[in-house]
């Protein structure tokens, strides 16, 4: 299964990943950085396994990523 991988100590806060795909990020109240929701996470890298049928739009979302902080693997 497919996963996507945040890079979240480097996120700049620009929504774009919210904006794109809702079902997986929101914006932190806390400190205005996203966050990839329901992801297991340590050392401020999350993971989370998605379904297969959300890969290719969650690879589009992380080329919109401007500071490249999204990564989705086979
Ligand atoms: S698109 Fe990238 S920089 Fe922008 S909020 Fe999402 S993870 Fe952070």
């Not at 299964?1 to 700049?12: A, D, E, L, Q, S």
């Not at 809702?22 to 992801?39: E, F, Q, Y």
């Amino acid at each position: 299964m497919p996963k996507i991988i945040h890079y979240r100590n480097k996120c700049i806060g620009c929504g774009i990943c919210q904006q794109q795909q809702p079902v997986h990020w929101r914006m932190s109240k806390k400190d205005g950085k996203a966050t990839l929701i329901n992801a297991a996470g340590k050392k401020d890298v999350y993971v989370l396994t998605i379904h297969r049928q959300l890969q290719q739009a969650s690879k589009e979302v992380a080329a919109a990523c401007p500071v490249r902080v999204i990564k989705v693997t086979l």
